[in-house]
């Protein structure tokens, strides 16, 4: 693993997978791999229907593990049918929330202005956004990736002062990754991150950027924990696939400590 001072983070992104009954069995054999594991930070995000159990099942066990909400609406409440509000992530026991995924970007069509007016309104109801951020593989192939990072960090930060940014998680995830099985090598997540690192430095200050987590995320697996964890600017992951079982996710948590 790298030389740093920054803890590293595991953070699980379920999708739509998992019922109440399934995230149960899911803690049930989790909560137990990870026990005794200190050195990493571990987020789980859940459906909204299982956020509840999912906060339920850490509590009982005594875990620190923190739980994420996937998505939210910047709003507290409102005729918004079918979103779920920052006070409702709160109350069922989210820490966490992640914003700006390329799911909601490319699918349902989010944009920077919308995402940030989300890390706003995460921010001011006191979670933590895990902002994501990544270019598609027709960006890569441009040579667009770093305008394309520049452009969604900078929209969605906007409002977003040195002492709130410290609180939060960023994620360089290219799209061309996600769930693909295609991994960027090591050095393009190294550049990438670096880029994001030196951009988070120019638009607040070496401390911030020092200490502000960045994690890679995209067809992330046990075997590739180790060449990304090595790496100076990657803080840690976000998994998807890998995250839905239990085994397979608590050996990336282990590789992540490594
Ligand atoms: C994700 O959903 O953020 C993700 C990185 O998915 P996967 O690990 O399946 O590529």
């Not at 992104?13 to 990493?40: A, S, V």
Request: hydrophobic share 40%.
């Amino acid at each position: 693993m790298a030389d740093r001072d920054r803890i590293p983070v595991c953070a699980a992104n379920w999708k739509m997978h998992k019922t109440i009954h399934e995230t149960r069995d899911f803690f049930n054999e989790f909560l137990p791999e990870i026990d005794g594991i200190t050195g990493c930070e571990i987020i789980i995000a859940p459906p909204f229907t299982a956020l509840k159990d999912a906060c339920g099942a850490v509590a009982q066990a005594g875990s620190a593990v923190s739980i994420a909400g996937q998505n939210m609406h910047y709003a507290e409440q409102g005729a918004y049918t079918g979103e779920i509000s920052p006070v409702m992530l709160k109350e069922a026991g989210a820490r966490y929330v992640i914003l700006g995924h390329s799911e909601r970007r490319h699918i349902f069509k989010e944009d920077d202005s919308l995402i940030a007016r989300k890390v706003r309104s995460a921010l001011d109801y006191g979670m933590h956004p895990v902002l994501c951020i990544g270019e598609t593989l027709e960006e890569r192939e441009g040579e667009l990736t770093t305008r394309i990072l520049e452009a969604q960090l900078g929209g969605a930060l906007d409002n977003v002062p040195p002492q709130q940014i410290i609180t939060m998680i960023l994620a360089y995830e290219p799209v061309w990754a996600i769930g693909t099985g295609k991994t960027a090598t090591p050095e393009q997540a190294q550049e990438a991150h670096r880029f994001v690192r030196n951009w988070i430095e120019s638009r607040y200050d070496s401390g911030i950027a020092d200490q502000i987590r960045i994690l890679y995320g995209g067809s992330v697996k046990l075997g590739n924990i180790a060449s990304l964890m090595v790496l100076p600017d990657v803080d840690g992951v976000l998994v998807g696939g890998a995250s839905l079982e239990a085994a397979s996710f608590s050996a990336i948590v282990k590789g992540c400590v490594q």
